[in-house]
């Protein structure tokens, strides 16, 4: 035995895991590279992050996003809000088509863990009832919407795509958010996968179905809310209710080709949701475009006086300030570190920066900001979560190891490897780099940057214990590490037909000002209103 498998052998002692050889063997073989990032937060000044002076550079002309050309362009919530209103549709109609889609089509992309077809066709009834007698709750009353199958409701029991229940957990509950959407007549058709516990990948061997990209099905969905993303891209829901720890919402939509949002940490009540780390989670929405997005937020944020992490923040009338103008916005662009990593695809540099092209004609600023922190943040807001999921899961891994999925457990014992002195400082990474972001906002309202480095890898490129995102250019964890509102929406499609996305940064509770942003975005090119071929191949 070599002595870092010594010294991770008696980690995990000290811990109780029962690890075996064999993954004992890979997971040492990670230890330097993990224990050299974890010290690197110690490096770091203790009373921030080392700013690095630059030249400003110009912002680079690189033309005007291209319009997609879909033969057969997405329904929107709205479009189908209008519809009910105007009598071209129903309810009844809307879930009966979707349920329609589900049979025809999921068998080959695993978007769904269960569907309530009975329960959502009553409450369509009830709903075109409702609405013919003149009670209408509002635009999302008759919508049929997708749950992460980490979100409690009460048609199913929650189970996190794992063989292991979650820990002090009840089944008969349901989250804050998911009994908001039923009151604003918002209709339940099912839930969808998730990578294992929101973290692990989807492994055939935990008996749920294997999540598979729209756009081409050798190629990776994302994670951890794969089920919702392809759902809402696929037309088997029109829109859904995700969370995000480290960029669970984002990854999957922007690998294919739909909007998600991030809300700021506490705007949303994780009641009912299945915790990863705690001082992390977010629940957000996931839709077509941002304006389903501000819909479905207006509908799910707000306090709630259960929930301890609920923030008392005022909610906004989002789809007030939605009037398609940018005209005034301040963006932010850091050129550095987000357009220069060597892991970043020109296709997505190029669509991010034409996309920054054409806020900037519509009226939009756009100066050059400084992000020295971005990368140690990124490796902060890791550490916190792999500790923090491992105090989550310490009890049920010692006791069901085995139960497991080999991912998860192996990304979970990983969490053994860092000290509390590590988690401590990754909180002050989190507390400078917070500032770092303030500073650098002072001049402007939002920030742009990519979704993911490059569109959707061949699922057999996809690394189980997700080294890559340790040692390369990762860009959606160190907004949850300072709890900012974060936007993610296409912006285009690379060689291989894939799309790709941009995220918009804002202030703290400031998701007001980024779904202004990407709806005047969506107003003029239609990158969200693209459909995958079908049949998929």
Same mark, same amino acid.
């Given at each position: 035995?070599?002595?870092?498998?010594?010294?991770?052998?008696?980690?995990?002692?000290?811990?109780?895991?029962?690890?075996?050889?064999?993954?004992?063997?890979?997971?040492?073989?990670?230890?330097?590279?993990?224990?050299?990032?974890?010290?690197?937060?110690?490096?770091?000044?203790?009373?921030?992050?080392?700013?690095?002076?630059?030249?400003?550079?110009?912002?680079?002309?690189?033309?005007?996003?291209?319009?997609?050309?879909?033969?057969?362009?997405?329904?929107?919530?709205?479009?189908?809000?209008?519809?009910?209103?105007?009598?071209?549709?129903?309810?009844?109609?809307?879930?009966?088509?979707?349920?329609?889609?589900?049979?025809?089509?999921?068998?080959?992309?695993?978007?769904?863990?269960?569907?309530?077809?009975? &329960?959502?066709?009553?409450?369509?009834?009830?709903?075109?009832?409702?609405?013919?007698?003149?009670?209408?709750?509002?635009?999302?009353?008759?919508?049929?919407?997708?749950?992460?199958?980490?979100?409690?409701? #009460?048609?199913?029991?929650? %189970?996190?795509?794992?063989? #292991?229940?979650?820990?002090?957990?009840?089944?008969?509950?349901?989250?804050?958010?998911?009994?908001?959407?039923?009151?604003?007549?918002?209709?339940?058709? !099912?839930?969808?996968?998730?990578?294992?516990?929101?973290?692990?990948?989807?492994?055939?061997?935990?008996?749920?179905?294997?999540?598979?990209?729209?756009?081409?099905?050798?190629?990776?969905?994302?994670?951890?809310?794969?089920?919702?993303?392809?759902?809402?891209?696929?037309?088997?829901?029109?829109?859904?209710?995700?969370?995000?720890?480290?960029?669970?919402?984002?990854?999957?939509?922007?690998?294919?080709?739909?909007?998600?949002?991030?809300?700021?940490?506490?705007?949303?009540?994780?009641?009912?949701?299945?915790?990863?780390?705690?001082?992390?989670? &977010?629940?957000?929405?996931?839709?077509?475009?941002?304006?389903?997005?501000?819909?479905?937020?207006?509908?799910?944020?707000?306090?709630?006086?259960?929930?301890?992490?609920?923030?008392?923040?005022?909610?906004?009338?989002?789809?007030?300030?939605?009037?398609?103008?940018?005209?005034?916005?301040?963006?932010?662009?850091?050129?550095?570190?987000?357009?220069?990593?060597?892991?970043?695809?020109?296709?997505?540099?190029? !669509?991010?920066?034409?996309?920054?092209?054409?806020?900037?004609?519509?009226?939009?600023?756009?100066?050059? #900001?400084?992000?020295?922190?971005?990368?140690?943040?990124?490796?902060?807001?890791?550490?916190?979560?792999?500790?923090?999921?491992?105090?989550?899961?310490?009890?049920?891994?010692?006791?069901?190891?085995?139960?497991?999925?080999?991912?998860?457990?192996?990304?979970?014992?990983?969490?053994?490897?860092?000290?509390?002195?590590?988690?401590?400082?990754?909180?002050?990474?989190?507390?400078?780099?917070?500032?770092?972001?303030?500073?650098?906002?002072?001049?402007?309202?939002?920030?742009?940057?990519?979704?993911?480095?490059?569109?959707?890898?061949?699922?057999?490129?996809?690394?189980?214990?997700?080294?890559?995102?340790?040692?390369?250019?990762?860009?959606?964890?160190?907004?949850?590490?300072?709890?900012?509102?974060?936007?993610?929406?296409?912006?285009?499609?690379?060689?291989?037909?894939?799309?790709?996305?941009?995220?918009?940064?804002? %202030?703290?509770?400031?998701?007001? &000002?980024?779904?202004?942003?990407?709806?005047?975005?969506? %107003?003029?090119?239609?990158?969200?209103?693209?459909?995958?071929?079908?049949?998929?191949?």
């Amino acid at each position: 035995m070599s002595s870092a498998e010594e010294r991770v052998r008696t980690l995990f002692d000290v811990v109780g895991l029962p690890v075996g050889d064999e993954e004992l063997r890979a997971i040492a073989a990670d230890y330097p590279t993990l224990r050299e990032q974890a010290n690197a937060l110690h490096r770091t000044a203790a009373d921030g992050v080392v700013v690095s002076v630059l030249t400003p550079s110009e912002f680079p002309s690189a033309g005007s996003a291209r319009v997609s050309s879909s033969d057969a362009p997405a329904t929107t919530i709205r479009d189908a809000a209008l519809s009910l209103r105007e009598g071209k549709a129903s309810a009844v109609e809307l879930v009966t088509d979707v349920f329609a889609r589900i049979d025809r089509l999921d068998g080959q992309l695993g978007a769904y863990v269960s569907t309530f077809r009975a &329960t959502a066709l009553e409450a369509a009834a009830r709903a075109d009832d409702e609405l013919t007698a003149g009670h209408d709750r509002g635009p999302l009353h008759g919508i049929p919407l997708a749950i992460k199958d980490v979100i409690a409701t #009460v048609e199913a029991p929650t %189970r996190a795509n794992s063989r #292991v229940a979650p820990s002090n957990w009840r089944d008969d509950q349901e989250s804050t958010a998911v009994a908001r959407l039923r009151d604003a007549g918002a209709i339940i058709v !099912g839930k969808t996968t998730t990578s294992e516990f929101g973290l692990g990948l989807n492994e055939p061997s935990q008996g749920f179905p294997t999540p598979r990209n729209p756009w081409d099905t050798t190629r990776f969905a994302g994670g951890s809310s794969s089920g919702n993303a392809i759902a809402v891209a696929s037309g088997l829901a029109l829109g859904g209710l995700a969370s995000d720890t480290g960029g669970s919402i984002r990854h999957p939509v922007a690998l294919n080709g739909v909007t998600g949002l991030k809300p700021s940490f506490g705007r949303v009540p994780t009641g009912g949701l299945v915790p990863l780390a705690r001082t992390l989670d &977010t629940v957000g929405p996931i839709a077509r475009s941002a304006w389903d997005c501000a819909l479905l937020l207006q509908a799910i944020a707000g306090h709630d006086e259960d929930d301890l992490q609920s923030s008392g923040q005022p909610v906004p009338a989002y789809l007030d300030e939605m009037d398609g103008s940018v005209r005034g916005i301040r963006i932010g662009w850091p050129a550095r570190y987000f357009f220069d990593a060597g892991n970043v695809a020109d296709a997505v540099k190029i !669509g991010v920066l034409e996309a920054i092209g054409v806020l900037r004609e519509a009226g939009a600023t756009v100066s050059e #900001v400084s992000l020295p922190g971005a990368d140690i943040a990124k490796v902060a807001n890791h550490i916190v979560l792999l500790t923090e999921g491992l105090a989550y899961h310490r009890d049920a891994l010692i006791s069901q190891w085995a139960e497991y999925g080999t991912s998860l457990r192996g990304l979970l014992a990983r969490g053994a490897l860092f000290a509390a002195t590590d988690y401590v400082q990754a909180k002050k990474i989190a507390t400078a780099f917070g500032r770092e972001v303030a500073e650098a906002m002072r001049g402007c309202d939002v920030l742009i940057v990519p979704t993911m480095p490059t569109g959707a890898r061949l699922i057999e490129e996809t690394d189980p214990a997700m080294m890559d995102r340790w040692s390369r250019a990762s860009f959606t964890s160190q907004w949850n590490l300072i709890g900012l509102p974060v936007c993610a929406l296409p912006v285009g499609f690379d060689g291989y037909g894939m799309p790709v996305s941009m995220q918009i940064v804002g %202030r703290p509770f400031d998701e007001a &000002t980024v779904l202004r942003l990407a709806d005047g975005f969506q %107003r003029v090119t239609d990158f969200h209103l693209a459909t995958p071929p079908e049949p998929y191949s």
